[in-house]
Every structure is written in C-alpha cells, then in structure tokens.
C-alpha cells in the first residue's frame, strides 16, 4: 500500500514550458486535492476534485489546469510555466468512508518545481 | 471565508521541556475541524493531532495536545517532553465540516528543539 504517490520529485522548467504533474492514490479515497507551499504562506489549495470527472478552483487555480479521468489519479497541468509557479506542490487524498466525518487528508511526498 | 493565523514563526525549546504553539482562527460555522500537522525536514505532511468542534474533550495523542477554546477561537498545541525528533515546521488547519471540505492552513511555525 504505497498510499499518495507523485511524480516527478524535482523538476525545473524553462519559462513558457509546459508539464504535467501526476498524483496517484492506492487507498480508493474519492477526493483528492493539489497545494502548493511557498515560504512563509503555508499550503494553498490550487484544485480539488470530490470524484472521478470532476473537478473545482481552489484558492490559487490561475495558470493551472487539473483532470480527474480515473479515480485514483490528479494530474495538474502548467501550460505556460512562469517564475512565479516555483513552488513545492503537494497532492493530498481522503474519503469519508475511512476517516469518517472529518475527512482527514492523506499527502504526498511533494514535487519541487524550480521555473527559471 | 476562513482564516487561520499562526503569528509566531519560530520557536526553539530545550529537549524533554514542553512548548505550546498557539494557533487562532476564524469562521462563523458551528461545525468545523482543526487539525495540527507536522513537517519535518523530509517535508512530508503528518497529521499530529485532530479536534472536532462539537467535542468538548480536548483530543491527545501521546505527548501532544490541544487547547481548544472554541469561544475564543483558539487551538494551541502543547507537546510534552520535547523531542529532538519534534524538530519541524508545525502548521495549523481548519476545515469545515460536510462534503466539498477543504483545508485552509496557517502559514506555519518553525520549531527547533535543542539537545
């Protein structure tokens, strides 16, 4: 049970270049969230998804785009990077069938995107 | 909207003390959860401690505990005999509850403990 995996680890980018990161969870949860964490700021929900085809705007959502086409995985995509997408970003999971009404969130390892 | 706020960004305390990391937030719901995550070094994300609104009981888990004062709208964390392995950013978070929640976190608090 591997629980909230991502990929890649690291990665830097040009600006204007485009990639895709991938958040895959094991553990069946129907929500699933993407973050990024810049000093100083805390964690700052970019999009979330409550299911498979789904998805919502979080608090930062400009400049990313996300889809859901199989349950267990996330994909936040930058289609232009710019330097102020340098940021660690951070896949989180939960479902309330296994943490009940409180729907803890399950996270990744993070991703640090280094955009020059 | 909510907020939560985290106004100390670093504390240091010496190894088997205690130390309280205060934590204040801001909603006008009745049910809520706070939560108290921990970042250590590796930067992965730990839950240390949950609380939900409508329990009275301040939750514990081993050496750490809260301080939930829900008039004030307070939710400090009080860990007993420090650790060095405590050492870590500690970030506080609310969220309301019922489907769609999400967690809107404080900026965090860096805690070093000293041997």
């Known amino acids: 049970n591997a629980g909230v995996t991502q990929t890649p680890k690291f990665r830097v980018l040009k600006t204007g270049q485009s990639m895709t990161l991938l958040c895959a969870q094991d553990m069946n949860h129907e929500y699933m969230y993407w973050y990024r964490q810049d000093p100083g700021m805390g964690l700052r929900l970019i999009h979330y998804s409550v299911g498979e085809g789904t998805t919502a705007k979080g608090e930062v959502p400009d400049g990313y785009n996300v889809s859901r086409l199989k349950k267990q995985n996330f994909l936040l995509g930058l289609e232009s990077a710019a330097p102020s997408q340098t940021s660690v970003y951070f896949c989180?999971?939960?479902?309330?069938?296994?943490?009940?009404?409180?729907?803890?969130?399950?996270f990744g390892p993070g991703t640090r995107l280094t955009v020059t | 909207a909510q907020t939560v706020t985290q106004s100390q960004p670093e504390m240091s305390v010496q190894e088997a003390e205690t130390v309280t990391l205060s934590c204040t937030y801001d909603?006008?719901?009745?049910?809520?959860?706070l939560f108290w995550y921990k970042q250590p070094p590796s930067r992965q994300m730990i839950l240390v401690i949950r609380?939900?609104?409508?329990?009275?009981q301040n939750a514990t888990e081993n050496r750490f505990s809260v301080n939930f004062q829900k008039a004030a709208k307070s939710f400090s964390l009080k860990i007993s005999d420090s650790q060095l392995g405590d050492t870590a950013m500690y970030f506080c978070?609310?969220?309301?509850?019922?489907?769609?929640?999400?967690?809107?976190f404080g900026k965090g608090i860096t805690l070093s403990v000293r041997p």
């Open positions: 909603t006008s719901e009745n049910n809520y959860y």
């Open positions: 978070a609310f969220m309301i509850g019922g489907a769609n929640s999400k967690l809107t």
């Open positions: 609380q939900e609104a409508y329990k009275q």
């Open positions: 989180a999971s939960s479902s309330p069938r296994t943490s009940g009404l409180s729907y803890e969130q399950y």
